[in-house]
């Protein structure tokens, strides 16, 4: 599969998350932020950050919370509109953007931090490189990049359709009927070319066996 084919999955996944956002089921997992993306940005202290991937907005309304100035930027029109009313709600000036994780919508070196959490895999390694060469341009020099990878250790690596080398769909799962992305670390530290690893940890999430990388770099 070459990059460009590779960005129809991409669309299937904005839908499917799209649906799911439209629910509060689909929701209801997804309202908290993470306890270490917290940590780390009332550790550093940055004043202006990117949310890509936003979702409903968990992370994008704790770190308003915070006095950030953010951006949050996701595909799903519903996410997004679930995310705004919670804004307006607690009076948080968030700057919500529908768009894409290949052509963040923000100036070079604008970003003091950038998340993206259970985001940037969702493609081939082309789309992966492509998204971080986008997150390194809009970060400020020694800026802050925190986000996820999926591990080879992952239970579902190497099931389904193997439609580009190491990228994986399984068309039986809805959540994984588009393209996912899988690295070792090795591979994780040659895509992460113009960053400085700080942090790498590989372990699960929620299910057991559903290993991802969490990784904290700053940007070179």
């Known amino acids: 599969m070459t990059s460009e084919s590779a960005l129809h999955p991409l669309a299937t996944a904005v839908a499917e998350w799209d649906r799911r956002w ?62 705004r009313s919670k804004a307006a709600a607690e009076k948080l000036d968030i700057d919500f953007r529908e768009g894409s994780m290949l052509a963040l919508p923000l100036p070079d070196a604008s970003c003091d931090y950038v998340l993206a959490w259970n985001v940037i895999y969702h493609g081939d390694r082309d789309v992966v490189r492509q998204c971080l060469d986008e997150i390194r341009r809009v970060l400020k020099p020694g800026g802050i990049y925190q986000g996820t990878m999926l591990s080879k250790r992952n239970g579902r690596y190497g099931k389904g359709e193997e439609v580009a080398p190491n990228t994986f769909v399984i068309h039986e799962e809805s959540d994984k009927a588009h393209a996912h992305f899988y690295c070792n670390a090795a591979e994780l530290v040659d895509l992460y070319q113009g960053f400085e690893l700080q942090s790498l940890i590989d372990r699960p999430h929620q299910k057991p066996g559903s290993y991802h990388w969490h990784l904290v770099a700053d940007r070179l």
Do not use: N
Not at 39 to 61: F, K, M, Q, Y
């Open 22 to 83: 439209s629910i509060d089921a689909g929701r209801v997992d997804w309202l908290e932020p993470e306890a270490e993306v917290m940590a780390t940005v009332t550790a550093t202290g940055p004043e202006t950050v990117l949310d890509i991937g936003c979702g409903v907005g968990r992370h994008a309304l704790a770190l308003a919370r915070l006095g950030c100035r953010v951006t949050a930027l996701d595909g799903s029109a519903s996410g997004l509109d679930f995310a």
